[in-house]
T-cell receptor, first 116, second 112 residues
Framework: NAGVMQNPRHLVRRRGQEARLRCSPMKGHSHVYWYRQLPEEGLKFMVYLQKENIIDESGMPKERFSAEFPKEGPSILRIQQVVRGDSAAYFC??????????????FGEGSWLTVV | GDSVTQMEGPVTLSEEAFLTINCTYTATGYPSLFWYVQYPGEGLQLLLKATKADDKGSNKGFEATYRKETTSFHLEKGSVQVSDSAVYFCALFGNGFQKLVFGTGTRLLVSP
């Protein structure tokens, strides 16, 4: 049973370019979360999505960042016009339920974005 | 809002020493509590969890007990190994809150 799959694992972008990160949740999971980890820091929530819906985007920067989870295909986190401060590890996680007690969220191995 | 506070690291121990990493939380209701581990250059792996008061989560020799009276979920291991060197994150999943809230992480360094 494959876990949460993220790609690319490592991505280098020049300032001003676009970064597109993909996440395929675990089989049977319809809830996807994106987190960002800045160097030497903890994980900060960005966005929570279900199929075709954004449920909570309270952690997303207001500009340049967007996320989607289409009916078919992986979830995409898109960062437009990247800046050096966007350099971080971006983790995707999935679960089979949102708020059910005892719910467990499983993480992918992350996508490390470096902006040069 | 919900929050998690972890002891600051790094925690430096010799192999076979006893480990405690403190974690306390603030939340309404009855959150589920988790410990995740992150090895260098890797993602987060679920280490253990507890979903109600007095539950004890355990895995790979690590244990943590959900203490509602002290709002704590301290991580313990009786005898650490060099391979346990990693960053450990305490997290909660609160009632009505549809996301994990993480502590800042505690780096553990175990020397031979």
């Amino acid at each position: 049973n494959a876990g949460v799959m993220q790609n690319p694992r490592h991505l280098v972008r020049r300032r001003g370019q676009e970064a597109r990160l993909r996440c395929s949740p675990m089989k049977g999971h319809s809830h996807v979360y994106w987190y960002r980890q800045l160097p030497e820091e903890g994980l900060k929530f960005m966005v929570y999505l279900q199929k075709e819906n954004i449920i909570d985007e309270s952690g997303m920067p207001k500009e340049r960042f967007s996320a989607e989870f289409p009916k078919e295909g992986p979830s995409i986190l898109r960062i437009q016009q990247v800046v050096r401060g966007d350099s971080a590890a971006y983790f995707c996680a999935s679960s089979n339920a949102g708020t059910a007690q005892g719910n467990t969220i499983y993480f992918g191995e992350g996508s490390w974005l470096t902006v040069v | 809002g919900d929050s998690v506070t972890q002891m600051e690291g790094p925690v430096t121990l010799s192999e076979e020493a006893f480990l405690t990493i403190n974690c306390t939380y603030t939340a309404t209701g009855y959150p589920s509590l988790f410990w995740y581990v992150q090895y260098p250059g890797e993602g987060l792996q679920l280490l253990l969890k507890a979903t109600k008061a007095d539950d004890k989560g355990s895995n790979k020799g690590f244990e943590a007990t959900y203490r509602k009276e002290t709002t704590s979920f301290h991580l313990e291991k009786g005898s650490v190994q060099v391979s346990d060197s990693a960053v450990y994150f305490c997290a909660l999943f609160g009632n009505g809150f549809q996301k994990l809230v993480f502590g800042t992480g505690t780096r553990l360094l175990v020397s031979p």
